[in-house]
Nanobody, 120 residues
Framework: QVQLVESGGGLVQAGGSLRLSCAAS????????MGWYRQAPGKQRELVAA???????NYADSVKGRFTISRDNAKNTVYLQMNSLKPEDTAVYYC??????????????WGQGTQVTVSS
């Protein structure tokens, strides 16, 4: 079984910063892409940022220049540094990973979510 455990959410004032972490554990052979998604009340879940095992990144237009995704492959951990936060960044943030198990098949796993609240 594989688990993704997120940490680092919280309450911050507009203009502030937060750093989210997500550690994957379990019977992991390797991990392909890892990413962060968010879901605000009444809205669909959306991609915030993603990173491949080789380090290529992709960002939503709304966070480009403010958020940075990174990963530590040795620790099976992905990070999201969020700077210049805005009230519209308020959402539950979810970690996602494409995990390859010992048999070679890739499975999609999600974390439990961490709340980020940005006050104006």
């Amino acid at each position: 079984q594989v688990q993704l455990v997120e940490s680092g959410g919280g309450l911050v004032q507009a203009g502030g910063s937060l750093r989210l972490s997500c550690a994957a554990s379990g019977s992991i052979f390797s991990i392909n892409a890892m990413g962060w998604y968010r879901q605000a009340p009444g809205k669909q879940r959306e991609l915030v940022a993603a990173i491949t095992s080789g380090g290529s990144t992709n960002y939503a237009d709304s966070v480009k220049g403010r958020f940075t995704i990174s990963r530590d492959n040795a620790k099976n951990t992905v990070y999201l540094q969020m700077n210049s936060l805005k009230p519209e960044d308020t959402a539950v943030y979810y970690c996602n990973a494409g995990v390859i198990l010992g048999f070679g098949d890739e499975y999609d796993y999600w974390g439990q979510g961490t709340q980020v609240t940005v006050s104006s």
